[in-house]
């Protein structure tokens, strides 16, 4: 089976651009799709991008995503912070056995 | 309006059992495959089990497999997560999660607590 590796924590002031990262350990990162939660405190996670670059209805295109062979990293980049975002986020993905999630990264608006 | 609601955590001693449930409502809940993720306090997420809508193609994460046992009833559209042989590391928050296209979870519940410890 394959991990999914992320930063512990990342941190950016409003208005900028943050992006987080997130290593597929083995298998190439384009096998199978990346997906990204939002999840804040004391709530239950919601889908921000889904299969590598799409966003769900209501997600706003702040939210963004891609995928990096090179690195075999998927990307979740954030622009135009702000205090809101502040959460955890974790990448998620799947093989023919199993649904996997990152560690997940905190993500701090300061 | 999709919903998801989860019941039958608690409080359990280790070697114990529970029977976690989930109420769908708002979709057609026979024609989509279902998880259980569970978080332990202050850590990731962790998916655990996956059925299809059928009821069938059940997987499990290796920390589950052989305790822990998946169902639905879709006359009563609700998932069920039976599980036996607890442990103190099994202490989460147990989701349910709707799973699109086989591919990424695009609906949760709220989440019910477990507890295991004596």
């Known amino acids: 089976n394959f991990m999914l590796a992320q930063p512990h924590s990342v941190s950016e002031s409003p208005g900028k651009t943050v992006t987080i990262s997130c290593t597929r350990s083995s298998g190439t990162i384009d096998s199978n799709y990346v997906q990204w939660y939002q999840q804040r405190p004391g709530s239950s996670p919601t889908a921000v991008i889904y299969e590598d670059n799409r966003r769900p209805s209501g997600v706003p295109d702040r939210f963004s995503g891609s995928i990096d062979l090179s690195s075999n990293s998927a990307s979740l980049t954030i622009s135009g912070l702000k205090t809101e975002d502040e959460a955890d986020y974790y990448c998620q993905s799947y093989d023919s056995r199993s649904w996997v999630f990152g560690g997940g990264t905190k993500l701090t608006v300061l | 309006e999709v919903q998801l609601l989860e019941s039958g955590g608690g409080l359990v001693q280790p070697g114990g059992s529970l029977r976690l449930s989930c109420v769908a409502s708002g979709f057609t809940f026979s024609t989509y495959g279902m998880s259980w993720v569970r978080q332990a306090p202050g850590k990731g997420l962790e998916w655990l089990s996956h059925i299809r809508g059928t009821g069938g193609d059940l997987k499990y994460a290796d920390s589950v497999k052989g305790r822990f046992i998946i169902s639905r009833d879709n006359s009563k559209n609700t998932l069920y997560l039976q599980m036996n042989s607890l442990r103190a590391e099994d202490t989460a928050l147990y989701y349910c999660?709707?799973?699109?296209?086989?591919?990424?979870?695009?609906?949760w519940g709220q989440g019910t607590q477990v507890t295991v410890s004596s």
């Open positions: 999660a709707k799973l699109k296209a086989l591919i990424y979870f695009d609906d």
